[in-house]
């Protein structure tokens, strides 16, 4: 299924539950399913993956509830990965990235490329920008999209723009 079609689907499903985004953000899908949780038990998690359509397993399930109730955050696999060995749930880094890239395909996770190598999956799914600090390998949010474009080109006949990542590298001075 092509992801404009997953995204549409997502968006069907969030509206016949009756979700709504939180104030202050656009609808989309992720931040939709999040809003209808009550501050993260084990249940809120088992809701949202059914509510974006994947199948609520063991380890869908600790993933997520150790992704999710620390509130917006960015994580690589490898940090998740740590953090579940850490809470002793036994889960590979494959399944670790598997699960990562299910959750983003679905809208609940944004993926975020620093670079060619590395790559980071943000819990705030709203649009926003990013800095990455060099040397400490850190992102933090730029809440306001349009302090750093105030308006896009107009795409090719036939296209739309799905998403505009902007990366502001910062050092330390």
Known sequence: MPMTDKK???????TSVGASAPSGHAG?????????LNGCPWHDVKAMLRRVGLRPTRQRMALGWILF????R???AEMLYEEAIGAKVPV?????YNTLHQFTD???LRQVIVDGSKTYFDTNVSDHHHFFVEGENAILDIPDADAILG???APPAGYEVARVDVVVR???T
């Open 8 to 14: 549409a689907l997502v968006r069907s499903r969030m």
């Open 28 to 36: 989309i899908a992720g931040q939709a399913v999040r809003a209808r």
């Open 69 to 72: 109730c620390k509130g917006d």
């Open 74 to 76: 960015h994580i690589t």
């Open 92 to 96: 590979s880094l494959a399944t670790v």
């Open 106 to 108: 679905v809208g609940v």
């Open 151 to 153: 308006s896009l080109p």
């Open 170 to 172: 910062l050092r330390r």
